[in-house]
């Protein structure tokens, strides 16, 4: 069996190559739902005009709006200031992970060397993958909500379950190796 | 995790709907959800909270079976920043005020 990550003493060992068409597949469509990276504002000036302009609405679409979640029950105007100060800055940090785990899928290397903070960058697209995938699917506490009609979407879901899983274990020092421990002493 | 420990002073204050008592800590809670793996969770409380593995178990399993859980309290500034860390993790967390 192939293992997708594995401790070593160097990092985390990514091999992916086996997986890359299915996750590039729905890595493109997550890059699409967080959208481009804003332009940044030339002058100061224009930078505090833009917090002053109405605060994003919660996303229509519902596996943005598990991305982005509100920060405070049943009151959307707290919940509006909240995403007005924090929303550009998750979404950059999952636009970035995204952009991590494309940067792994497009290597011509079998395998490529993690260190801590790219192995938990991958870590959090695949999450990221498995919240827009288990939206869109209606996944509950057992299973797909429904009869699947989408069965690369949810075999990739599957997959995406067993990918984090392994990296996990690995980061967590549960699967064998030198690998490092995130556990606090 | 940072508590505020003054006791409560009684003070005339105007009655708009946001205002809190500023001693009153606020909590962040996570909520269960059907997709995030609880060794996720696990990991997540371990490496944001740098909580030892028994207690980030124990806060995960709460969630899990409960619902909920309040996994950190202080400030509400403090607690801005620990829902945003865990909106940048993907899980799904609110922050409220602990009365």
Do not use: C
């Not at chain 1, 870590?123 to 827009?132: E, H, P, Q, T, V």
């Not at chain 1, 379950?161 to 002493?185: F, I, K, N």
């Not at chain 2, 105007?14 to 001693?23: F, I």
């Amino acid at each position: 069996m192939t293992l997708a990550f594995e401790a070593a003493a160097d990092g985390v060992h990514a091999t992916l190559h086996p997986w890359a068409w299915r996750l590039r597949l729905y890595l493109a469509d997550l890059q699409e739902l967080l959208g481009p990276e804003p332009t940044v504002p030339d002058h100061p000036l224009d930078a505090l005009a833009a917090t002053l302009d109405e605060p994003p609405e919660r996303p229509s679409d519902p596996a943005l709006a598990r991305l982005l979640p509100d920060a405070v029950l049943d009151d959307p105007a707290a919940s509006a200031e909240f995403r007005r100060f924090s929303q550009d800055t998750l979404l950059t940090r999952k636009r970035q992970d995204a952009a991590t785990l494309a940067g792994l899928l497009d290597s011509t290397e079998p395998q490529t060397v993690l260190d801590g903070a790219t192995a938990r960058s991958v870590l959090g697209a695949l999450n990221d993958l498995r919240l827009m995938l288990g939206t869109r699917l209606a996944i509950t506490e057992e299973g797909p909500a429904e009869e699947v009609d989408d069965l690369v979407a949810y075999s990739t879901y599957d997959l995406l379950t067993a990918l984090q899983y392994e990296l996990v274990e690995v980061l967590t020092g549960d699967r064998g190796g030198g690998g490092e421990t995130v556990a606090a002493p | 995790m940072v508590g505020v420990t003054t006791a409560p002073v009684e003070v005339d204050r105007p009655s708009t709907e946001r205002e809190v008592l500023p001693d009153t800590p606020w909590v962040t809670v996570v909520w269960n959800d059907p997709v995030n793996l609880m060794s996720y969770v696990t990991f997540v409380f371990q490496d944001y909270f740098r909580y030892d593995r028994a207690k980030a178990e124990e806060l995960m399993l709460q969630v899990h079976h409960e619902g909920r859980s309040a996994v950190s309290s202080g400030s509400r500034e403090e607690m801005e920043r620990d829902v945003a860390a865990l909106h940048g993790y993907g899980l799904w967390a609110t922050m409220q005020q602990d009365r």
